[in-house]
């Protein structure tokens, strides 16, 4: 199983990256991913979970973050905009049974995204 995390950069506050999760090794329909954030200092965070039938988001990035899947490709996108110096993190994308189960199977290994003010 491998998951490669793409996209991340340095961004003024406002502006929007768009990051990817090539995913490979597993059947990409039968999963759920993630996407998780660690900012400084601070605990892993998930912020969105998508599955074959269902996207979630936390509150803190409803509204700003949106989630694709492509079944075709085994890709999963984070369209992030409206980007403040609070999400300045490393991104992770993730695999989960279900957005319902709380454990992360395997795990990329990060993106880093910088926000300025």
């Known amino acids: 199983v491998q998951l490669v995390e793409s996209g991340g950069g340095l961004v003024q506050a406002g502006g929007s990256l768009r990051l990817s999760c090539a995913t490979s090794?597993?059947?990409?329909?039968?999963?759920?991913i993630g996407w998780v954030r660690q900012a400084p200092g601070k605990e892993r965070e998930g912020i969105t979970c998508?599955?074959?039938?269902?996207?979630l988001y936390t509150d803190a990035v409803k509204g700003r973050f949106t989630v694709s899947r492509d079944s075709a490709k085994n890709m999963v996108y984070l369209q992030m905009d409206d980007l403040r110096a609070a999400d300045t993190a490393v991104y992770y994308c993730?695999?989960?049974?279900?957005?319902?189960?709380?454990?992360?199977?395997?795990w990329g290994r990060g993106t880093q995204v910088t926000v300025s003010s």
């Open positions: 993730a695999t989960r049974a279900t957005c319902r189960t709380p454990l992360y199977l395997y």
């Open positions: 090794g597993f059947n990409f329909d039968d999963y759920a």
């Open positions: 998508s599955s074959r039938n269902n996207t």
